[in-house]
């Protein structure tokens, strides 16, 4: 009997402090009390961000701007994925999603039935398709291979 008497009195004390718990509000988190503020405010009025606009210069003062091609454009390698994300592709010894660009190239989709990554240059708007180890040059518009005859096995004797 006092089991159950001291049972029930240790339950009914957890009960309370659960209930003394669930009163306090946990509040907001991540953002400071302006952001809150602001966030609520345009959820409210239903107000979207408008970027800022860009008046038009006139024709005449505009300069042409000269074309940046990048020195060379290597595409060290890439990896497609079977799973429905992007793929990767390595360029200039930077990582890149399929879709995605940086200053130098775009890089389209990759396809499954293919060995080459389609790549635009940005500076010209000029059209690839490469293969893993090769580069572009852009001075002169050829295609080669990345690799050296060294990496190759053509220089040096065997067993000396």
């Known amino acids: 009997m006092k089991f159950l008497i001291v049972s029930l009195f240790f339950y009914s004390q957890l009960v309370s402090v659960q209930l003394a718990l669930a009163a306090e509000p946990i509040g907001r988190l ?4 302006a952001e809150r503020s602001n ?3 345009l959820r409210q009025t239903k ?5 800022p606009t860009v008046v038009d210069a006139p024709v005449d003062n505009l300069e042409a701007s000269p074309i940046v091609l990048p020195d060379a454009v290597n595409l060290q390698g890439y990896v497609k994925r079977n799973d429905g994300k992007q793929g990767t592709v390595w360029v200039n010894d930077q990582a890149l999603q399929e879709n995605s660009r940086n200053q130098d190239v775009a890089v389209g989709s990759l396809r499954e039935d293919s060995n080459r990554v389609p790549l635009k240059l940005s500076g010209n708007g000029k059209q690839l398709n490469l293969k893993a180890g090769q ?3 852009p ?3 050829r295609v080669r291979e990345a690799r050296n005859n060294a990496a190759q096995g053509d220089v040096g004797t065997i067993g000396d």
């Open 30 to 33: 991540f953002t400071s009390p």
């Open 39 to 41: 966030l609520d405010h």
């Open 139 to 141: 001075e002169t518009g």
């Open 135 to 137: 580069v572009y040059d």
């Open 47 to 51: 107000k979207k961000l408008i970027a």
